[in-house]
């Protein structure tokens, strides 16, 4: 494995990425049969593939916040908060994902870092209390939620779009709380912050340190993501927007999210 950090981070987001599918295909399938002998065997396999890279990701420290949540996915609590018998397997293959789509978020924040850490704290919930706007934020919380249900049904040109609107929405909020006067000296362009492009206000926001340089990993696509849409608001035909350009929009939002995060 290429030992930069980077390089590293990248061959983990792709493997997880591969898991997640996974998961979200047996999920399905023991949802609808979860009887099936196959299924319940390919299960396991990646249950234990899972197990693997988790231990890897929390450098085999079951004090890691991703240890302990892989392993809690595995119990059900009574109501007084005690384990008792192991859930459905669907709703364990679910939690799992849902743990994978955890380290996904935190390896996406880790732009300079090490891959791989000890480090018993779990990541910073996903929410918007940094966003001075407040009638902004329930409106990004549901947009935020609206992004992963789309990537679970496999509408990428909406989970992109979405993602790309969110980014935009906290980008310029950030802008407009420094104020134009703060961003003089950035190399500002004339005009009022709304009357910016996507991209100029990712590049202006970067320059004024208001975010680190995630942004360079957007896709192509996500610079255009206005346009994904026709003059009606329909959207253009499926497979506009792969899987991947999706996911790595969604990833990157989580690393502006905590580039902008005041308690980072």
Known sequence: MDERPQAQIETYLSHLDGLIRRGRQLRDTLAKDPSSRSAIAATRVWQQDCGVTVNQLSGGSKAHWLAR?????????????????GAAPDEIVNRLVDVLEQAVASLARMDDGPVISASSEAPAPRRFEFVHNLELRPVVEQAYTASRRAIEQEQYDLALRTSCG???????????????????????????????????????????????SGCA????????????????????????????????????????????????
């Open 69 to 85: 949540s892989f392993s809690e996915a595995f119990l059900m609590r009574s109501a007084a908060g005690r384990a008792v018998e």
């Open 166 to 212: 969110i980014l935009e929405a906290i980008v310029t909020d950030a802008l407009e709380h420094k104020g134009l006067s703060a961003l003089a000296a950035s190399d500002t362009p004339a005009g009022k912050i709304a009357d910016w492009s996507f991209e100029t206000r990712l590049a202006v926001a970067e320059r004024a340190g208001l975010i680190r």
């Open 217 to 264: 990993r957007l896709p192509a696509v996500a610079m255009t993501y206005r346009y994904l849409t026709d003059a009606d608001g329909m959207s253009h035909p499926k497979g506009t927007v792969s899987e991947r350009d999706a996911r790595r929009t969604g990833q990157v939002l989580h690393v502006v999210m905590r580039d902008l995060d005041p308690g980072r």
